[in-house]
């Protein structure tokens, strides 16, 4: 009677595996089709606004030569404080006006077979000066240099805020996703049935002006203009549709 029973089990359990196994190809092939149900498509795009800057960010400074460390420090300092005086007196306010670098160095000469012989120190002092009234630039620029500033290193021009252009960028990248989706889904053979998903990432565009631009005016004794030109606000952007028959 236990063998008979055993044997019964042993062909119940011979005659299912073959049924599992068809069910776990069913399950598979089935999950194969859920992933591959919907077609996709995964596009960029760009939007990009024109736009006058408003804002003009300066670099400018002083350098000075001495025998010894103290003196080219105080002559430094001395420099600086009537360039100071000539930005405050074109309107910067003070807010608008930051130290970005103070340096002291030794010179030396070097010979052949010789130590290096100190020869002296030189300071810099570096300020950057934001400026809200571009038709000042050049007129400050020129005053600067008039009261002792012997660099100037370069001048770059922004929006004090970049929401309404970055918006408007905005609005044309997904107008340029949308109509990029409409032509891929026609061309093969699709409609775009809704939008999964959609990501952003982006920058603001400037364009800067060389110093030696700006000294070169100043040495002939010509005003120093300025031509801030237009910013290009420019905004990257990545959706994922779906696609029906």
């Known amino acids: 009677m236990k063998t008979s029973l055993h044997a019964g089990l042993l062909a119940a359990l011979l005659a299912l595996g073959p049924i599992s196994a068809a069910h776990a190809q069913a399950g598979a092939a089935g999950q194969a089709d859920s992933l591959f149900?919907?077609?996709?498509?995964?596009?960029?795009?760009?939007?990009?606004?024109k736009i006058a800057?408003?804002?003009?960010t300066i670099s400018l400074g002083v350098t000075s030569e001495a025998p010894?460390?103290?003196?080219?420090?105080?002559?430094?300092?001395?420099?600086?404080?009537?360039?100071?005086?000539?930005?405050?007196?074109?309107?910067?306010?003070?807010?608008d006006?930051?130290?970005?670098?103070?340096?002291?160095n030794a010179q030396y000469v070097y010979a052949q077979n010789q130590p290096p012989k100190l020869t002296g120190y030189?300071?810099?002092?570096?300020?950057?000066?934001?400026?809200?009234?571009?038709?000042?630039v050049g007129a400050l620029a020129d005053a600067t240099v008039g009261a002792?500033?012997?660099?100037?290193?370069?001048?770059?021009?922004?929006?004090?805020d970049a929401?309404?252009?970055e918006n408007a960028a905005r609005e044309k990248a997904v107008r340029a996703l949308a109509a990029k989706a409409e032509l891929y889904a026609r061309a093969t053979g699709y409609r775009v049935a809704r939008l999964v998903s959609l990501s952003e990432g982006g920058s603001e565009g400037f364009q800067p002006l060389a110093a030696p631009m700006m000294a070169k005016?100043?040495?002939?004794?010509?005003?120093?203009?300025?031509?801030?030109?237009?910013?290009?606000v420019r905004v990257e952007i990545s959706g994922l549709y779906e696609l029906a028959r």
Do not use: C, W, Y
Not at 37 to 49: I, V
Not at 53 to 56: F, G, I, L, R, V
Not at 122 to 136: C, E, F, M, S, W
């Open 37 to 49: 149900h919907a077609t996709t498509l995964n596009l960029s795009a760009s939007g990009e606004e």
């Open 53 to 56: 800057p408003d804002t003009a």
């Open 68 to 95: 010894t460390a103290a003196r080219a420090l105080s002559d430094d300092a001395a420099q600086m404080s009537q360039v100071m005086a000539a930005l405050k007196a074109q309107g910067v306010p003070t807010k």
């Open 97 to 104: 006006i930051r130290t970005s670098g103070l340096n002291l």
């Open 122 to 136: 030189h300071a810099a002092d570096q300020v950057t000066v934001t400026v809200h009234d571009l038709a000042k």
């Open 148 to 160: 002792g500033a012997n660099q100037l290193n370069g001048i770059s021009f922004s929006l004090a």
């Open 163 to 165: 929401t309404a252009a």
């Open 217 to 232: 005016a100043r040495i002939q004794g010509v005003p120093t203009t300025v031509a801030p030109g237009e910013l290009t």
